[in-house]
């Protein structure tokens, strides 16, 4: 119950959504089904700005990049994002709740500060950027240096799109879930880019946002694979990489070793099923 709430706004324009966020025990709203969840999330708000009216639905695509906007549903994702990214589309459809598919946005996965969002996994295998409207101005930032940042509300303001400028030549995604409809214990992201460049994400590995993460040794290991044409024991040497890199968390779902080893074999399937024609 928002016990406390005096005030809902759901303004058109980006600059309204940010002057008004200037009052105190404010927040924004977008899908709601992060903040409408629980009580200890919005009983202490006295204003919800809800970004629902902002023409931030939608994905637009042209020769330098992908536009995607942080109201769009991830429904919307499903299947509709070019081939090249076709790890954004995954990582989507991972999410089989249909009802929350169809309301949470993009916007609202990267800002709850969680490591099990699918969608920060797939967006850092794709270098993603993120636009953030704030008082002092519109700031892209680099998803891989700023994802904790953007999660926690570090930077202020709106989060308005997320943006894919390079152009892998393939990318998929994948991930583990204990049933269904649950959350996943890990998760995986391979994009390989035209020029070679190989990029691995995995998430799940902490409580926050930190544990979503680019895995720079084993992306160095499996371009180098792709490039040297080098296929003798490469499934060890990805694994070795990947464990040598994730990080140990446990939780009540798996324990640190489990979900390490989990989230190494799933990066190994990635790279197994491009290494078998994923990038011809
Ligand atoms: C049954 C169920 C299953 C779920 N499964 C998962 C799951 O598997 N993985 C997962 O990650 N989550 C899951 N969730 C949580 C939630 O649905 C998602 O995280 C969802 O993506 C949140 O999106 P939303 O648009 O509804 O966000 P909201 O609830 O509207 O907002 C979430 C947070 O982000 C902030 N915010 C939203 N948009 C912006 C923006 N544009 N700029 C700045 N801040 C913003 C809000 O202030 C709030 O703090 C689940 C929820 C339920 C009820």
Not at 44 to 66: S, T
Not at 98 to 108: E, K, P
């Amino acid at each position: 119950m928002y016990l406390d709430l005096d005030r809902y706004l759901r303004p058109e324009r980006v600059g309204a959504c940010l002057a008004a966020l200037t009052r105190p025990r404010s927040a924004v709203i977008a899908g709601g089904t992060w903040l409408n969840a629980d009580p200890s999330r919005h009983a202490h708000l006295a204003q919800v700005v809800d970004l629902q009216a902002l023409a931030l639905r939608g994905i637009e695509a042209d020769e330098e990049a992908v536009k995607i906007g942080a109201l769009t549903p991830l429904a919307d994702l499903v299947g509709a994002v070019e081939p090249d990214f076709m790890a954004i589309g995954m990582a989507a459809a991972a999410e089989r709740n249909l009802a929350i598919r169809n309301r949470s946005t993009v916007g609202g996965r990267l800002c709850r500060n969680a490591a099990d969002g699918r969608l920060a996994t797939a967006m850092l295998a794709l270098n993603c950027q993120v636009e953030v409207c704030t008082p002092a101005g519109v700031r892209e930032v680099p998803l891989g240096k700023h994802l904790a940042d953007v999660a926690a509300g570090r930077l202020g303001g709106v989060v308005t799109r997320a943006i894919l400028e390079s152009t892998p030549g393939y990318s998929a995604y994948i991930d583990s879930t204990l049933t269904a409809v649950d959350a996943p214990v890990t998760d995986a992201a391979l994009a390989v880019c035209v020029d070679g460049t190989a990029r691995v994400a995995t998430g799940g590995h902490a409580a926050d946002a930190s544990g979503a993460l680019s895995l720079p040794e084993t992306s160095a290991v499996v371009a180098g694979i792709g490039w040297s044409k080098d296929y003798a024991g490469w499934r060890a040497k990805v694994r070795e990489a990947a464990l040598a890199e994730i990080p140990s968390y446990t939780d009540a779902l798996a324990t640190g070793d489990y979900r390490r080893h989990l989230a190494a074999t799933l990066i190994t399937r990635l790279v197994g099923a491009w290494l078998e024609g994923g990038d011809e």
